[in-house]
């Protein structure tokens, strides 16, 4: 079987390329490097010791698209590929609107034109807005607050509109809470250039002395020690629960979203303090305002996936801690 992974070079989708190729899937990529690295297609060749067909582009050329479907017989498409970062979509809406529709629209087209209608998209939890309750369900209200969310809920709108338009499409929408942690091997990781928006890789360049000290934005919200609390995944977990949904969409039509989130809920201090223990490292931190836009507290209710894709996380958050900063030891330990 030919899966079609687009930002497969990214963060979760180099993760993914890892588990479809374990799996034995043929694995086909596309990624345009706005937002990674040429050597993480290596790192997936050697974690895995195979190799997979990589093409340099952007999914928004229809050209390139077109090409890897007349080279290649795919039979579902992942689709990673986008902007992600909250703060920046607030400030170039455009930009964010532009790359992350255009993409889906054009690979959508091709796809039809190809008559592959096997489909798993990337969606986020932020389509949930502020919850009334918690954990979260897959019929809650949805809505956004910035641009970012608003292309994922946009997206999710033109899938279902597709799917009622022909019902031979197969859909899985999954919508991630927050990964964090890398692959064992330390070969493959979130390594953001900038200064990160994230929790998780802040406290690791704090803890590898890239930065001074962590902001811990805000104590005094509802939650268990007032600081905010997520529902934190191991991102090889996420990337197994993609195997799953590749399973459903080669299997069954429909179109339906599934949480990906273990259920559990950790504090930003909770994160904070299991990052020292496990790792035997300092992280200096101060209580700062409250990020503009944050919620207190967000997990899933994650039972939907466990009874319609059978997926459920199984690492813990020592874990996660624990393959995150040892995925810039061994990072800088090859530089
Ligand atoms: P990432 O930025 O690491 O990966 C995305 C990849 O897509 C990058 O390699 C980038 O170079 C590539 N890309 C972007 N636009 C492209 C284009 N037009 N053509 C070709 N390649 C393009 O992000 P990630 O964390 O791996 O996230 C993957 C997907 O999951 C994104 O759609 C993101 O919105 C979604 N998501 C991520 C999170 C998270 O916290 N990481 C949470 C929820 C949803
Ligand atoms: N936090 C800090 N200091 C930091 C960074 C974050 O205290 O330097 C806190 C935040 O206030 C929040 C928690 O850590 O309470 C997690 O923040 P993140 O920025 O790591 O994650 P968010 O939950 O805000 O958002 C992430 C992604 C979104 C995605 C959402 C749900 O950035 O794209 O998870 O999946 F939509």
Redesign the pocket.
Known sequence: MNILV????????SHTCVELLNAGYDVIS???????KRDVIDKIKIITNKDFKFYE????DKDILSRIFIENKNDAVIH?????AVGESVKEPLKYYR??LD?TITLLEVMKENNCKNFVF?????VYGKPKTLPIKEDFPLSTTNP?GTT?LIIEGILRDLYKSDNTWSIAILR?F??IGAHKSGLIG?NPNDIPN?LMPYIVKVANNELGTLSIFGNDYDTKDGTGVRDYIHVVDLAKGHIKAIEKVLNETGCDAYNLGTGNGYSVLEIVNTFMKVNNVDVNYRITDRRPGDIDACYADPSYAKEKLNWKAELGIDEMCKDSYNFVKVLRKNK
Do not use: Q, V
């Open positions: 687009t930002g497969g070079a990214g963060y979760i989708g596309i990624d345009n490097f706005s937002n990674s582009g952007d999914c928004r990673f590929a986008g902007y992600k790359n992350n993409s990337s969606s986020s939890a932020t970012y994922k991630y927050n990964p979130e994230n």
